[in-house]
């Protein structure tokens, strides 16, 4: 008898040393001027907790309120909580119940959380944060992390809808089924910049080093490293971009797959790719491409790869494995191609309906003779000096640079406003325009504001969510300092759009700067 007591008695210890335990910040209300400040571990529970365990302020209150973190946190002992199923994510997206998301604003002021664990083997939405929507998520640095569950898995955030991500950073482990992301397992209508992942990502469907699952975003300056094994449609960046903008990004990621396989991505469907690359190699059976497996109705400019693609049945490229109705500008491959079936080529493998314009691939380093579009070249026209007839009407003032020393791409042009190499920061990028709009959503216009440092010709543009240009609101010299201009919502004959998700571009000679606004009516 006292045995059996004694050993009920360790277990019980055990499990309250192990025990999560929700604690209020110490300092904080919440507001925008005066944030909660998290701390601790027992801290980040007091957010995620439910009313029965914090019932003032409720779930809802404290899931619409402001954060700062202060420390780094040690989030190890997460592995413990909840019989094994770890960290209790911010935010609800479930089928049984009222989704509820995060909609408040989460500033990690780039301090870290190490050793976040989650094991929600039958659950959606998951991550750190569940489900979010309307939020603002910035400076976050979450490391060593673990996590499996059934779909719709990142490891910052499982559903992103129509929020904001900034500057912020993941490592780790993510498996699961459906839509798994190394950051971010579903992105919808959001602004995701800065940002990059270090990851381990295994999925079935759609599974990518960034993001599963892209719609109607923004996503730029991100980049990816590690390794992602996928089965149908698996890309280094994102697995799959529907009516998307992915603008000066990169992966060095190895991709492993069978359908549909990108070092960038692995479906781009009406999308629009540009200033952005792969250096990581890829491999699979069909719809192999070095920066994209497929592309639907969608356009790529400026963009190269280096990476190595290997595929053994059909629509094996360079750049884009299979090309369905879509267009190619400035853009090269020089990896290694390989594959067994008909479709096969040194810069695009299949398709139809394509346009590739002054787009090249190396004949020598492809082992590739043929494409069913672009121009070959061999190693001595593509690299510096480059041939005459190469590479003709690309931008080297603005956007690409001429590797003069072979220092920095072996010889091949590269971005002079993005880092080359994943491990490298070749060039780093210093904004010189500032900038936001208000109000925001907004009817029936807005206020865009931008700061210049220095004087400069500004050009501000308005896209919808196809990437297409609407209007061109400002081509002026500006002083340095603080200008407002407004938008009516209007396109350049006068007509009004109909409401949803619009982005704004404001360039310079040497900058260019961009946010997402939502009209309503």
């Known amino acids: 008898m006292f045995r059996t007591t004694l050993v009920i008695f360790i277990v019980m210890v055990s499990i309250a040393l192990f025990a999560q335990t929700a604690v209020a910040p110490s300092a904080g209300d919440g507001t925008e001027n005066d944030p909660y400040q998290i701390e601790s571990l027992e801290n980040l529970y007091w957010i995620a907790a439910n009313n029965d365990v914090i019932p003032d302020p409720d779930q809802e209150t404290r899931w619409q309120s402001y954060y700062i973190q202060t420390a780094d946190i040690d989030a190890t002992d997460t592995e413990n909580w909840f019989a094994g199923a770890g960290w209790k994510p911010i935010g ?22 190490d050793g976040l664990y989650i094991f929600h083997l039958n659950d959606e939405a998951i991550g750190f944060f569940g ?8 400076n ?3 490391i060593n992390a673990e996590i499996t569950a059934l779909g719709r898995i990142g490891i910052l955030i499982g559903y992103n809808d129509d929020s904001t991500v900034d500057n912020c950073s993941v490592s780790g482990s993510v498996i699961g089924n459906t839509i798994v992301g190394g950051m971010i397992g579903e992105n919808r209508r959001s602004v995701v910049k800065n940002s990059n992942s270090d990851i381990v990502v295994e999925g079935n469907i759609q599974s990518a080093g960034l993001i599963g699952r892209d719609h109607r975003s923004w996503v730029m300056q991100c980049n990816s490293t590690g390794t992602v094994q996928g ?11 529907y009516e998307s903008i992915i603008h000066e990004s990169y992966s060095s990621v190895e991709v492993n797959g069978n359908h549909t396989i990108g070092g960038l991505v692995g479906n781009a469907n009406t999308a ?23 592309i639907y109705r969608s356009t790529i400019r400026n963009c190269f790869s280096t990476g190595g693609v290997n595929g053994n049945l059909d629509s ?21 191609v390989l594959g067994e079936g008909d479709t096969v080529g040194g810069l695009l493998g299949g398709g139809y309906g394509i346009s590739a314009v002054s787009s090249y691939w190396n004949i020598e380093t492809s082992g590739q003779d043929e494409s069913i579009g672009g121009e070959g070249r061999n190693t001595e026209e593509m690299t510096y000096p480059y041939a005459e007839n190469i590479y003709e009407g690309w931008d080297f003032v603005e956007i690409w640079t001429a590797d003069e020393d072979y220092s920095v791409n072996n010889g091949y042009p590269y971005f002079s406003e993005i880092p080359v190499s994943a491990d490298d920061d070749l060039v780093t990028i210093t904004p010189g325009i500032q900038t936001y709009n208000f109000p925001n959503p907004f009817n029936p216009e807005t206020n865009i504001s931008f700061s210049l440092q220095d004087r400069a010709h500004i050009t501000v543009e308005i896209f919808n969510v196809r990437g297409q240009r609407v209007n061109t609101i400002l081509d002026n010299e500006k002083a340095a300092g603080t200008h407002i201009i407004s938008w009516n919502g209007k396109d350049e004959n006068g007509n009004r759009l109909s409401s949803g998700i619009y982005f704004y571009q404001i360039s310079s000679d040497d900058d260019v700067a961009a946010g997402k606004m939502m009209m309503i009516k």
């Open 231 to 241: 089965n149908s449609v698996a890309g280094g960046l994102i697995a799959a971009s």
């Open 316 to 336: 094996v490229g360079g750049l884009i494995g299979q090309i369905s109705s879509g267009m190619i500008y400035n853009s090269y491959s020089t990896g290694s």
């Open 272 to 294: 629009i790719i540009k200033e952005s690359y792969n250096t990581g190699y890829v491999s699979g059976s069909s719809q192999i491409g070095g920066l994209a497996g497929s």
């Open 92 to 113: 609800n997206y479930t089928f049984v119940s009222e989704p509820l998301p995060f909609s408040g604003v989460y500033d990690g002021q780039n301090y870290s959380i």
């Open 131 to 138: 489900y979010s929507n309307d939020a603002i998520i910035k």
């Open 140 to 142: 976050m640095e979450i």
